[in-house]
């Protein structure tokens, strides 16, 4: 089992940034064969996948997103991050990261989701 801390959202103007941390309970983001996602929901609209990054740093990045931003791990602090710039308001949503742990347990997990609010 592991839990997975979301912190870092918040109220920012358009063209501003935030950095997003997702935490784990346990050491799983250094297992190649492990992946973190970021999802985001917005109000009205079906959950979308915003970046990946496996264990391996495989990173993809949705087109929506691509060039704005990043995906980035921290191992010895069991940390994910997305850092997301030149924030637009179709880009408030609630952002979750989510795991897919196949050793040295398997199971899916998700983090609770923290509000992001791009609003002048």
């Known amino acids: 089992q592991v839990q997975l801390v979301v912190s870092g959202g918040g109220l920012v103007q358009p063209g501003g940034s935030l950095s997003l941390s997702c935490a784990a309970s346990?050491?799983?983001?250094?297992?190649?064969?492990?992946?973190i996602y970021w999802y985001r929901q917005a109000p009205g609209k079906k959950r979308e996948l915003v970046a990946t990054i496996t264990g391996d740093d495989v990173k993809n990045d949705a087109d929506t997103v691509k060039g704005l931003f990043t995906v980035s791990r921290n191992n010895s602090a069991s940390t994910v991050y997305l850092q997301m710039n030149s924030l637009k308001p179709e880009d408030t949503a609630i952002y979750y990261c989510?795991?897919?742990?196949?050793?040295?347990?398997?199971?899916?997990?998700w983090g609770q989701g923290t509000q992001v609010t791009v609003s002048s």
């Open positions: 989510y795991a897919r742990v196949r050793t040295p347990f398997v199971g899916n997990y």
């Open positions: 346990r050491s799983i983001f250094s297992f190649v064969v492990n992946a």
